[in-house]
């Protein structure tokens, strides 16, 4: 099976794009969806206006297209399926029809050259820049707590600051929910909670919103807002939101494996507290944030 050497990619971005432009909007999609549709016809996936791979002046990387074309072909002629054990497109639904490639333009690509009807991809729901507006409103708290989801919240064996892993979930749970919290985690955001905090997760992966707040309620616990896909998003709150952020949060934390950042928004002030986690690591960062709430009492 030979790429098609004819297709115009350039062209077809652009009119892609020029198609949707105003029209469009990200939609949540149901959980059946989501858990159900693990293909999609190449044509109902379109292109993110905010990727680089759009951007004339950056462009696709033929040379990558090329590479995943010769990996499906190969996948085709020892498997017989172009894309078995392929990693799938990360894409969101959109109004008012079809899906958003979120990550996977290249892969994309290299499937629409081959003329494949259809393609892997794992459908997720993002939190938008309205939503993240509308939590930062209607919070109650004037401080907050970042982390990292994937390099301080979930457990991670290969992360040698990590030594333990919360109880596993019971079974069915355990096979929906892959990540596993970090030992510690449940009780530590309580103890935030408990200190008027609003907490916040980041990953530069692409999780689906609400996959990551039903997986900390099995835990029974609760996260303010979850921003995903860093790497590429235009909308991190770091950033496009500092100033609002800044007339929210007097108060910012933000928690790593070596120390908790102590950060006044308005004057950028910040105070470093090392963490001593030879006793274990949630109890001495959980020990540091109630020091610093007897201080605020005095």
Known sequence: ???????DLTKYVADDIAKYSGISMPVKAGLLQRLLIKKLPCKKL??????EFTHPEVGPSYRVISEYTQKFV???????????????????????????????????AAAFKLKKKKININ????THEAEIKEIIRNSKHDKRVTMDLDEIVFFDEKNTAQDKAEKALGFPFNRIYKERLRLGIPALFRCLER???????????????????????????NVTGIVTGTEK???KVKGKYDNLLKE???????????LVLQ????????????IDASSGWSKAVIDIIEEMAKSEEQ
Do not use: C
């Not at 099976?1 to 297709?7: G, I, L, P, V, W």
């Not at 929210?248 to 070596?258: E, F, V, W």
């Not at 928004?265 to 090392?274: L, P, Q, R």
């Open 46 to 51: 379109h292109m993110n206006p905010d990727d």
């Open 263 to 274: 950060i006044d928004t308005a004057s950028g002030d910040f105070h470093e507290h090392n």
């Open 195 to 221: 200190n008027g905090y609003d907490i916040w997760v980041f990953s530069a992966k692409y999780y689906s919103n609400d996959y990551i707040k039903a997986l900390f309620r099995k835990y029974h616990v």
């Open 123 to 126: 459908i997720v729901n993002m």
């Open 248 to 258: 929210k949060y007097k108060h910012t934390l933000h928690i790593d494996n070596d």
């Open 74 to 108: 190969h996948n085709y002629e020892v498997t017989g399926n172009y894309f078995f054990q392929q990693e799938p497109l990360i894409v969101e639904k959109l109004y008012p029809d079809g899906y958003r490639i979120l990550n996977g333009h290249h892969r994309w």
């Open 1 to 7: 099976m030979e790429a098609d050497e004819s297709f």
């Open 233 to 235: 998003r235009k909308d």
